[in-house]
């Protein structure tokens, strides 16, 4: 039974209003803006008051913290954890390092932009962003989500072969499971 | 006859209970460890190739991010390697504000210390605690030197900018409330019977071979052998300050904790004799043009005591402007891979976390 | 003078038992150099005999244009707490040394990260030849003739500047209405 459309935008408000105010982040440290984590998750910068928590399993999260710059090694593992989430899923690259390279943009093993290799919502610049940061970036997701433009799970799964092609340019030896959920 | 057969588990990169982004390969049987591997190579951005393309200065900003938790005892030691290449003096003044930024660096990196060490025996209260109150250090720290985390304040030849009006009461004040918080924390975690009986007797270091394994630091001075950079060989303005260096007999988690527990006690008691006897005068000595400035060939190895033990540099130079190698040793080098893998066979599987906090390791130091 | 005593007697100790040149650099600090063939039975010497028992680091240096590898094993004793550094060269084509694994374990960990990064083989060394990279297939990437830069340019994707990208002192003079101060002309790579 299909809703019409006055009913579809109560159901997507209200879904919306609840999953805005609980997002789950995965607990993976994959750079050096992990530091700064532990800092916003605790009593003075507390973002636990917007319904911010750890989660352990990436069956479990919603959200992937990239935090920092990401080795080929960890982009193999972070690649797999990202299709073990399940939809509605979101990404936020943390720091200058996801967005151009930051400042190991000449080493020959960090990836100079994230994007290529995953669909991300919300950059957070800064190096390290502060946990005030961090929150603004919290709250602009949360804004995304709002209105219904964060179905970046969606655009992954419909354009897979693009990003197919770029990660296994440098990721070279592809043992992994296919995506087919 | 043994009944259960070997397994193989990967505590992998994604877990909650690691430090940081490593793997840890494990064969168990049963509940029991049999053999420990240590997988690294997730965080290695290649900074010693990267040094050398950055002239002496530009390196400043790499440095700091070897150790992401205490990154002021690298570029101390780089500062006193390349002052040691360049025959460089440094003015007094200089030298008691980095006793200083050094001592509490230590302070909050042991705040961090006491949320992980807790949290992984399921105390989860003191980490809130904790790293609440290291946010007090980090306003000091940001209204010393402009950031937070990364400082790049101690340049070769001093440091790079006086403090300013009214820091030192701040400083003294904030020792005081933190030496009122360290009662409450010391009594959640060290009159707690979950504590007491998780860290007795587990993850033992032997005492005669401690030292032939490489083991430097905290975990050194928990086996009861007296060794400490800052006693050895004495660097800044160290002789002239009153402190104790704390040894507990023992080698588990408990004698490290301990040693910990104490070393923070000293580090107020530092900072208040060195607010206390600072003089005045020169802050820098100044290099000329530090974007084009070479220094003499040769090659120099430096050491401090940092939180998680010595942390040493080997620097090179040819005579240019840029460094020609510099090769790093965190302590973590051998506590991460050769004493991690000789100590954990025997031991359960829910004690791996609990030995990894309490031997201080972390990845970005050991695959720099 | 009183400080140079100790380090004075080492050099001697070890430089007449293995007939070596060495010098003492300044009071902790001492080197000898040796050729490759003797540098395990001086460590061993100095760890069992003199009580130099603290291996504190293994370092390779890449001098590129002088054809080899110079090794840099340095050791520490607790008790005179002097440090000795035994300086060895090796040939840069295929590098070989000799595997002190036996002496100190925590070498092991050393030699594997050696391997991997310059290519030094050594014979006897048992470890996963994977430390710190993985599925690296081109040349050892320390040697000074492999080009970072290069590699990182071709292999990963480069975000382009912005397209109104100005000189930082330019944009804001022209915002303010007045000059670039002296303080901002002098220090730069230009000049």
């Known amino acids: 039974m299909e809703n019409d459309k006055n009913s579809q935008k109560i159901v997507d408000y209200i879904q919306n209003f609840a999953r805005k105010h609980s997002i789950f982040v995965l607990a993976y440290g994959t750079g050096c803006g992990a530091i700064e984590i532990p800092a916003t998750m605790t009593s003075r910068y507390d973002a636990e008051r917007f319904g911010i928590r750890g989660a352990a399993t990436p069956r479990q999260a919603d959200v992937l913290l990239i935090t920092g710059y990401l080795s080929t090694k960890t982009l193999k593992r972070v690649i797999r954890v990202y299709e073990q989430m399940q939809e509605p899923k979101y990404v936020m690259g943390f720091g200058s390092c996801t967005i151009n390279g930051g400042m190991y943009y000449d080493s020959y093993n960090t990836i100079n932009g994230l994007d290529q290799y995953l669909p991300v919502d919300v950059y957070i610049n800064g190096c390290m962003p502060r946990p005030e940061a961090v929150i603004s970036g919290f709250v602009k997701l949360q804004e995304l989500i709002q209105q219904g433009k964060a179905e970046n799970g969606k655009k992954y799964r419909e354009n897979l072969e693009h990003y197919r092609t770029n990660q296994k340019k440098i990721i070279k030896n592809w043992r992994m499971p296919d995506y087919n959920w | ?368 | 003078m009183n400080e140079l005593i100790n380090e004075n007697n080492l050099l001697k100790k070890v430089a007449t038992a293995y007939n070596i040149k060495g010098n003492v650099i300044r009071d902790r600090r001492v080197e000898v150099f040796a050729n490759k063939e003797l540098v395990s039975s001086i460590l061993l010497y100095a760890k069992l005999q003199l009580g130099y028992v603290h291996l504190a680091h293994i370092t390779c240096i890449d001098w590129i244009e002088e054809g080899d590898f110079e090794l840099v094993y340095t050791i520490w004793s607790p008790v005179e707490r002097i440090h000795l550094f035994v300086k060895t060269r090796i040939n840069r084509v295929n590098p070989e040394m000799e595997n002190i694994d036996g002496i100190w374990d925590q070498a092991n960990t050393y030699e594997r990260e050696m391997r991997e990064m310059f290519g030094i083989q050594f014979p006897g060394l048992i470890g996963e030849h994977e430390f710190i990279l993985e599925d690296w297939d081109q040349i050892p990437p320390m040697l000074k003739e492999f080009d970072t830069h290069k590699y990182a340019s071709e292999t990963f994707f480069t975000r382009p500047g912005r397209e109104d990208a100005q000189d930082v002192r330019e944009t804001l003079s022209k915002r303010s209405g007045t000059d670039v101060p002296d303080f901002a002309k002098k220090y730069s790579r230009e000049t």
């Open chain 2, 1 to 368: 006859m043994i009944r259960e057969k070997e397994t193989t588990l990967y505590l992998g990169p994604q877990h909650p209970g690691i430090t940081g982004n490593m793997m840890v390969k494990l064969k168990v049987q049963g509940d029991t460890i049999v053999k420990a591997a240590t997988h690294v190579g997730y965080l290695h951005r290649a900074f010693e190739k990267l040094i050398e393309r950055r002239n002496w200065i530009q390196a400043f900003t790499l440095l700091c991010r070897f150790c992401v938790p205490e990154p002021d005892p690298m570029e101390l030691t780089y500062a006193r390697a390349v002052e040691e290449l360049d025959n460089r003096e440094v003015p007094e003044r200089a030298q008691y504000i980095r006793v200083i930024v050094m001592e509490l660096a230590r302070m909050q990196s042991f705040m961090l210390w006491y949320a992980g060490q807790a949290g992984s025996a399921g105390l989860y209260t003191l980490g809130q605690w904790s790293v609440g109150d290291r946010n007090y250090l980090l306003d000091l720290f940001e209204d010393l030197t402009g950031g937070r985390i990364y400082h790049m304040y101690i340049w070769p030849g001093g440091v790079r900018r006086d403090i300013p009006e009214g820091w030192k009461d701040k400083v003294l004040r904030t020792m005081d409330y933190i030496e009122k918080r360290l009662f409450d924390y010391n009594q959640i975690m060290f009159d707690n019977t979950i504590f007491q009986k998780r860290a007795q007797g587990v993850g033992i270091i032997p005492k005669d071979k401690a030292i032939e394994w490489g083991v430097v630091g905290p975990p050194l001075r928990g086996t009861g052998i007296k060794s400490d950079v800052r006693i050895d060989e004495p660097y800044e303005v160290y002789d002239k300050l009153n402190f104790e260096v704390p040894t507990f007999e023992g080698g588990d988690i408990w004698a490290r904790a301990l040693v910990r527990k104490e070393e923070i006690k000293q580090s107020i008691s530092i900072i208040r004799q060195a607010i206390d006897q600072m003089p005045e005068g020169e802050y820098y000595n100044k290099v000329p043009n530090p974007m084009k400035w070479t220094v003499p060939a040769g090659q120099a190895w430096a050491k401090t005591e940092s939180v998680r033990g010595e942390v040493g540099f080997y620097v090179v130079s040819n005579g240019t402007n840029k460094p020609y190698r510099v090769h790093v040793k965190g302590a973590a080098y051998t506590h991460g891979v050769t004493v991690l893998e000789k100590i954990l066979p025997g031991q359960n599987i829910a004690d791996v976390s609990f030995i990894m906090n309490s031997l201080g390791v972390c990845p970005p130091e050991i695959e720099r």
